[in-house]
């Protein structure tokens, strides 16, 4: 009976591993030709002010639609492009769609308007990654102080020298550094003391419970008060409820983000919210 049910665990698994195996390589292969067949969109995300609602800026999410495999999450196809090699020009296309929404914004709504932008490990060891940037901000008329480039420990983890250089440079041209999915790693306490970061964005499995969990609610007060005694700006992530946004306000966390407000919607109907918040009432 054993051996049977050793047979079987070993054929599932077999199972399994082909699929993935085989799904794997058809993302691999798919999105080699992504960026070419104009599949890849930057989305934005409402970045707002807690204290009013108003939005004061955007998160770009890049998006993925394949006619073979439809719609591919970032969560799946991120590390893909992380792996091969390809987010190095996949980050570039998102980083100039970015700029290229935010100038209009900035000259049309808010010069302020700040755009938030991932970047991942392989695009933050890049020796050119400062110089692409520098070029850009410059080609599309950007502020450096309104942009802010998030970053997970992710990539910080391996400690490399370029890591430190790449992080110093950005700080001094003086483009902002935000720590993503605060809480989630496993030192981050130790890292904001030793990297110029202007920005803590807590993670949204902090916020989800906040309403019934008193720990979860004291944490995330505790994770404000202490990005705040650094100076830094602090951001919710994944607001959902207005009890979680009524909560967030009496802690005095100064931005969010969430289906609350908003999910993450095309440049045009970003840009319809835009509108809407700059209609005269
Ligand atoms: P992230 O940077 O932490 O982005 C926040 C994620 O939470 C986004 O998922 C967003 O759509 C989602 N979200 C926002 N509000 C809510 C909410 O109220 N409820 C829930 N349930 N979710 C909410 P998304 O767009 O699927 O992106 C997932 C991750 O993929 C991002 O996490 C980021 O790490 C990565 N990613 C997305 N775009 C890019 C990119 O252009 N470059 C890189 N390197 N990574 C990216
Ligand atoms: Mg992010
Ligand atoms: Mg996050
Ligand atoms: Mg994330």
């Not at 085989?22 to 691999?28: A, M, S």
Request: aromatic share 10%; hydrophobic share 40%; net charge negative.
């Amino acid at each position: 009976h054993s051996k049977e049910q050793g047979r079987n665990t070993y054929t599932f698994f077999t199972h399994k591993m082909n699929n993935d195996m085989h799904r794997r390589l058809q993302l691999e292969e798919q999105l080699r030709n992504a960026l070419k067949n104009n599949e890849l969109e930057v989305y934005f995300q409402p970045l707002v002010d807690i204290r009013n609602r108003s939005i004061i800026g955007a998160e770009a999410l890049l998006r993925w639609h394949n006619p073979e495999l439809g719609n591919v999450t970032p969560d799946e196809f991120i590390p893909i492009a992380e792996q091969t090699g390809l987010i190095i020009s996949i980050g570039q296309f998102v980083l100039e769609s970015a700029f290229s929404a935010a100038y209009h914004w900035q000259i049309y709504y808010n010069r302020q308007f700040k755009i938030a932008i991932n970047v991942s490990p392989k695009q933050f060891r890049e020796n050119k990654f400062v110089d692409m940037l520098t070029t850009l901000l410059s080609q599309y008329d950007i502020q450096p102080c309104s942009v802010e480039l998030e970053i997970t420990e992710g990539v910080l983890l391996s400690g490399d020298q370029i890591i430190n250089s790449n992080l110093t440079a950005i700080n001094d041209i003086g483009v902002n550094i935000s720590m993503d999915d605060f809480g989630t790693g496993y030192s981050s306490l130790s890292y904001l003391r030793s990297y110029p970061f202007d920005t803590l964005k807590v993670d949204k499995s902090f916020i989800n419970d906040i309403t019934v969990d008193p720990g979860d609610l004291e944490l995330v007060g505790a994770a404000i008060a202490m990005g705040h005694g650094l100076n830094l700006k602090v951001v919710a992530e994944g607001i959902e409820t207005e009890e979680q946004y009524q909560l967030l306000n009496a802690l005095k966390c100064d931005y969010g983000q969430g289906y609350l407000f908003s999910k993450p919607l095309p440049k045009a109907e970003f840009e319809a919210l835009l509108d809407a918040q700059h209609q005269p009432k």
